[in-house]
């Protein structure tokens, strides 16, 4: 009997920790002509937000992103879940609602069985029917190593859009799914990671975000990202920067995926984790243990989304996100003032 095969194994990386670190892609991007000059552009590559949006008309803009990257669990319906939901959450994250998808595909194929292809392709499909969508087509490749994922269209109201770049000092920032999804999954790689985590972990990312255009059309809420490969503390840097502002982040209030916190602590990061928080300025860690720095700067895979909103609508804004089924939504902190430091991380994580 042969035995199973491991997705994992074929890839040097997994999910959103195969993303090139911050620092090195700004100097790949430096100097190139990325912006241009087009009214109906309404967002492009400037502030490094999750999608290019198109304005069609008065009434709608056309949202454009694309994602994938190698397995990061073994089970191939599962990386084709959680890959497509990935791509889907740019979209959801902009304010937009998907309307199709197109595959990018590139797989060994004189090596992998065509049948596990063939399921990887299935959990995309099944991620793609819950979101409402059909998968139009795509594109394929023989590729040393097996890369998933989509590009997707959607649409939104331009007065609907939210960026990245347009928080206020004194929003509050609210997180809505755990932390800790790329030091779990490097566990499982490992195969140091519990049955029970991996199921907790699975959910998480295959959760689809799609409470985005709900949040977005709430003009109370300021700007919108989603936590991916960057990490909280990446992303949030894009927010601060973006926006002109700076932030305090409470540590204690951050929700993580509890195995997460003994893994971390034992020091199982992906080589991402690390990449990043060398890419990051601007951090205030003072004397924190290393293991915490290095978990808010975890490529989250299919993460959640980071919301800035007027904090006299924080405690209504949690309670719709409980109720839409986001049970880790948290507030995490606020935004201030940009001036001098651009994070400030408080108290710690607790054991």
Same mark, same amino acid.
């Given at each position: 009997?042969? @035995? @199973?095969?491991?997705?994992?194994?074929?890839?040097?990386? +997994?999910?959103?920790?195969?993303?090139?670190?911050? &620092?090195?892609?700004?100097q790949?991007?430096?100097e190139l002509?990325?912006?241009?000059?087009?009214? &109906?552009l309404l #967002? =492009?590559?400037?502030t490094?937000d999750?999608?290019?949006?198109? /304005?069609?008309?008065?009434?709608q803009?056309?949202?454009?992103?694309?994602?994938?990257?190698?397995?990061?669990?073994?089970?191939p319906?599962?990386f084709?879940?959680i890959?497509?939901a990935?791509a889907l959450?740019?979209?959801?994250?902009m304010?937009?609602?998907?309307?199709?998808?197109?595959a990018?595909?590139?797989?060994?194929?004189?090596?992998?069985?065509l049948s596990v292809i063939?399921?990887?392709?299935a959990g995309?499909?099944? *991620?793609?029917? %819950?979101a +409402?969508?059909?998968l &139009?087509?795509?594109?394929?490749?023989?590729?040393?190593?097996?890369?998933?994922g989509?590009?997707v269209?959607g649409?939104a109201?331009?007065?609907h859009?939210?960026r990245?770049?347009?928080?206020? @000092?004194?929003?509050?920032?609210i997180?809505?799914?755990?932390l800790?999804? +790329? *030091?779990m999954?490097?566990?499982?790689k490992? +195969?140091?990671?519990?049955a &029970?985590g991996?199921?907790?972990?699975?959910? *998480?990312?295959?959760q689809?975000?799609?409470? =985005?255009? /709900?949040?977005?059309?709430?003009?109370?809420?300021?700007?919108?990202t989603? #936590?991916?490969?960057?990490?909280?503390l990446g992303?949030l840097?894009e927010?601060?920067?973006?926006?002109?502002?700076?932030?305090?982040?409470?540590?204690?209030?951050? @929700?993580?995926?509890? %195995?997460?916190?003994s893994?971390? %602590?034992a020091?199982?990061?992906?080589?991402?984790a690390?990449?990043?928080? /060398?890419?990051?300025?601007?951090? %205030?860690?003072?004397?924190?243990?290393?293991?915490?720095?290095?978990?808010?700067?975890?490529p989250?895979?299919?993460g959640g989304?980071l919301?800035a909103?007027?904090?006299t609508?924080t405690?209504?804004?949690?309670?719709?996100?409980?109720?839409?089924?986001?049970?880790?939504?948290r507030?995490?902190g606020?935004?201030?003032a940009g001036?001098?430091?651009?994070?400030r991380?408080?108290?710690?994580?607790?054991?």
């Open positions: 009997m042969e @035995p @199973p095969i491991r997705l994992t194994q074929y890839s040097h990386g +997994g999910g959103c920790g195969c993303k090139i670190a911050p &620092a090195l892609l700004q790949i991007l430096k002509p990325l912006l241009w000059s087009d009214p &109906a #967002v =492009g590559a400037e490094s999750d999608a290019a949006v198109y /304005q069609l008309n008065d009434e803009a056309l949202i454009l992103t694309t994602d994938f990257f190698m397995p990061i669990v073994d089970n319906v599962d084709g879940r890959a497509a990935n959450s740019d979209v959801y994250a304010g937009g609602t998907p309307i199709l998808a197109l990018i595909l590139g797989m060994p194929v004189n090596t992998l069985p063939r399921e990887i392709m995309g499909i099944q *991620v793609c029917q %819950e +409402g969508i059909p &139009a087509g795509g594109h394929s490749i023989d590729s040393p190593e097996p890369i998933f989509l590009v269209a649409l109201h331009p007065q859009i939210r990245n770049a347009t928080a206020q @000092p004194g929003d509050d920032l997180l809505t799914k755990p800790g999804i +790329g *030091v999954t490097t566990a499982l490992k +195969g140091q990671l519990s &029970a991996y199921a907790e972990v699975l959910q *998480v990312m295959t689809l975000n799609r409470i =985005g255009p /709900q949040l977005a059309r709430r003009a109370q809420v300021h700007a919108l989603d #936590v991916t490969g960057f990490g909280l992303h840097l927010v601060c920067r973006g926006s002109g502002v700076s932030a305090e982040l409470d540590l204690a209030a951050i @929700p993580f995926l509890p %195995e997460a916190l893994l971390a %602590e020091g199982i990061f992906p080589g991402a690390r990449r990043n928080w /060398q890419s990051y300025e601007g951090v %205030e860690a003072n004397s924190l243990p290393e293991w915490q720095p290095l978990l808010l700067s975890d989250q895979t299919s989304l919301v909103v007027d904090p609508h405690a209504e804004l949690l309670q719709e996100l409980q109720e839409a089924g986001y049970p880790y939504a507030r995490i606020r935004c201030q001036e001098g430091i651009a994070i991380l408080v108290g710690e994580i607790p054991r």
